[in-house]
Antibody, heavy 118, light 111 residues
Framework: EVQLVQSGAEVKKPGESLRISCKGS????????ISWVRQMPGKGLEWMGR????????TYSPSFQGHVTISTDKSISTAYVQWSSLKASDTAMYYC???????????WGQGTLVTVSS | QSVLTQPPSVSAAPGQKVTISCSGS????????VSWYQQLPGTAPKLLIYDNNKRPSGIPDRFSGSKSGTSATLGITGLQTGDEADYYC????????????FGGGTKLTVL
């Protein structure tokens, strides 16, 4: 079974750093890109960016460029998104999803809730 | 504000049919495949339709997709209470820097 399993919920203070993860299994991890998607409380889906695990080539949404860093460790089939200095406005659910070459996301991880509060 | 425009909400009775529209432009829907996602309350999104009108394995044929020009439509027939969810369209946008875009989402209520 193809699945993506994300790391657990995080509670952080403003200014702290954070890295959350997404581990793929059941398929060749380097064959498909991984994307990250943000969902703020009560809001819609926002695409953050994608990474090609085979060579770590990364593309970001203009809205997230410079605010997050997406990376991968193909040796353990895991993708990451990290923040160097969190803000309260980063409070959201974050999903990873496998991206197909023709343009769709499947499957999705279960989501990681990030809460940033002083 | 999303680049892709969806109605905020739609509603219909059990057993009826509903359509959800997704309007874009030539830089996104007009020149790229559209996919649709269902997000049941408290769960991760799930792929419903890909490549405009294809259904993944396990998705019932009550769900259908179509595209015409710069708009796409999701259709759901034989509505069930379990279909109550948020629905999102998505596609690539090639304006300025290429990036993926989602519609704002449509909440389906089955009355």
């Amino acid at each position: 079974e193809v699945q993506l399993v994300q790391s657990g919920a995080e509670v952080k203070k403003p200014g702290e750093s954070l890295r959350i993860s997404c581990k793929g299994s059941g398929y060749s991890f380097t064959t498909y890109w991984i994307s990250w998607v943000r969902q703020m409380p009560g809001k819609g889906l926002e695409w953050m960016g994608r990474i090609d695990p085979s060579d770590s080539y990364t593309t970001y949404s203009p809205s997230f460029q410079g605010h997050v860093t997406i990376s991968t460790d193909k040796s353990i089939s895991t993708a990451y998104v990290q923040w160097s200095s969190l803000k309260a406005s980063d409070t959201a659910m974050y999903y990873c999803a496998r991206y197909s070459n023709t343009g769709w996301f499947d499957p999705w991880g279960q989501g990681t809730l990030v809460t940033v509060s002083s | 504000q999303s680049v892709l425009t969806q109605p905020p909400s739609v509603s219909a009775a059990p057993g009826q049919k509903v359509t959800i529209s997704c309007s874009g432009s030539s830089s996104n829907i007009g020149n790229n495949y559209v996919s649709w996602y269902q997000q049941l309350p408290g769960t991760a999104p799930k792929l419903l339709i890909y490549d405009n009108n294809k259904r993944p394995s396990g998705i019932p044929d009550r769900f259908s997709g179509s595209k015409s020009g710069t708009s796409a439509t999701l259709g759901i027939t034989g509505l069930q209470t379990g279909d109550e969810a948020d629905y999102y369209c998505g596609t690539w946008d090639s304006s300025l820097s290429a990036h993926w875009v989602f519609g704002g989402g449509t909440k389906l209520t089955v009355l």
